[in-house]
């Protein structure tokens, strides 16, 4: 006997207001574009203001845009955003190749979501990381300042890794398109670096120092976010450990060596 489909939870994110965004970010129209409010429509049934063709009409706001799988929900909406679970009533549609897309004219707004959906189900975790990064800055300030030479070093030894596996713009890169947590992972690393430079910046570190501690904030946001996907073998694990800067953490670990070259 077949098992029952898990249910699909359709997502749809607002800007803080609740207000939907536009279809597109390019519209040439110089009247506001019309919106809809979800705070103010719970356990409501929407008909969308200015419906257009189903489902290539790219005009300013000509459909409600909802997603099946969350990593995505912040690809056309700017962090701090709210999100809701929704439910597409009527026709619904797609385009080629973005299947987490459920396009509709109709839909019932079910409740107001917590935002670490965002992030995917591991969203949880990086927002956990995205809060502690002031405190661990800090940390990572005064261990440059206890010992800049030393610090320096071992920081240049795992920059030249990650960079040399491409821990950061290849794997994590990579497995968070095929996963669908392109948007999750674009705007986890941009929240880590801004809470990484605001923090160093307030603790007056070097430029070198600077660069280091946003790399290392972006990577281990990265890596919060990518680490049920980074995991079959020891190479990956390694490329894993590289982004969670566990190398960094430890006194006596050595980096990895890569793998030779076919």
């Known amino acids: 006997m077949a098992r029952n489909a898990r249910p699909v939870t359709h997502y749809m994110a607002t800007r803080p207001d609740g207000t939907v965004p536009p279809t597109t970010g390019a ?7 019309p919106t809809v409010n979800l705070a103010d429509l719970i356990g409501q049934v929407i ?3 200015t ?23 912040l690809e056309r909406v700017e962090w701090p955003a709210r999100l809701w679970t929704v439910e597409p009533l009527g026709d619904t549609g797609t385009w080629n190749g973005y299947s987490h897309w459920v396009l509709c004219h109709q839909l019932r707004v079910v409740e107001e979501t917590e935002p670490w959906h965002a992030f995917g189900h591991r969203g ?33 030894a795992w920059e030249a890794r990650v960079h040399e596996t491409r821990a950061l713009t290849g794997w994590a890169s990579c497995r968070a398109e ?13 929240l880590a670096e801004d809470a990484a430079t605001q923090a160093a910046t307030d603790a007056a570190v070097a ?19 990518m680490f049920d996907r980074i995991r079959s073998g020891e190479y990956e694990r390694s490329i894993r450990a590289l ?20």
């Not at 419906?51 to 929900?73: H, I, K, M, N």
């Not at 430890?250 to 076919?262: E, I, N």
């Open 124 to 156: 949880k975790q990086v927002m956990s990381v995205l809060a502690q990064l002031p405190d661990l800055v800090r940390q990572w300030a005064d261990q440059w300042a206890a010992d800049p030479d030393g610090v320096h070093r071992k920081h240049k």
């Open 27 to 33: 519209h040439t129209t110089v009247e506001p574009v």
């Open 178 to 190: 095929y996963s669908r947590r392109e948007a999750a992972l674009r705007t986890a690393t941009t």
């Open 51 to 73: 419906p257009g063709r189903p489902w290539y009409d790219e005009s300013a706001f000509s459909y409600f845009r909802t997603y099946t799988r969350p990593g995505e929900l």
């Open 47 to 49: 008909d969308h203001p």
């Open 243 to 262: 982004l969670l800067g566990t190398a960094l953490d430890s006194p006596t670990r050595s980096l990895p060596d890569a793998p030779a070259a076919r």
């Open 207 to 225: 430029p070198h120092a600077l660069a280091a501690i946003q790399l290392r904030a972006r990577c281990l946001a990265a890596g919060q976010l």
